[in-house]
């Protein structure tokens, strides 16, 4: 027996926060696209520039800061605020993790179903 927890955070209109968005933002850190990041997790770009946008207007606020490509190329970097949201969001994650998971542990002995 496993646990499985979904954290989201929503507003009145939908979920805009959930920790596939802190693999997305790490990815763009990485890679430096929006693009590449969507890639690598096997996600489609557009579906990714949605996800973002709605994390934007969740959040009220820019999480990833464009350039548009041309012969210099083009990419995305991580605002500084978008970082800090999403590094307090990914910690909390852990938090709550790491408590549900004891507290299961503590609840139903391993191999009792």
Known sequence: MNLKIKLAISDDNATFMGI????????IIEHGSVRQAAASMGM?????VKILARL?????????ERKRGGAAGGGAVVTEKGLEFINRFSDF?????????????????????
Not at 20 to 27: A, I, P, T, Y
Not at 44 to 48: L, V
Not at 93 to 106: M, P
Request: hydrophobic share 35%; aromatic share 14%.
């Open 44 to 48: 489609s770009y557009p579906k990714a």
């Open 93 to 113: 994650h852990k938090k709550i993790c790491d408590f549900a998971n004891h507290e299961f542990s503590q609840s139903f002995s391993p191999g009792e179903n």
């Open 20 to 27: 596939g968005l802190v693999w997305l933002v790490r990815g």
């Open 56 to 64: 934007e207007e969740g959040l009220g606020f820019p999480v990833i």
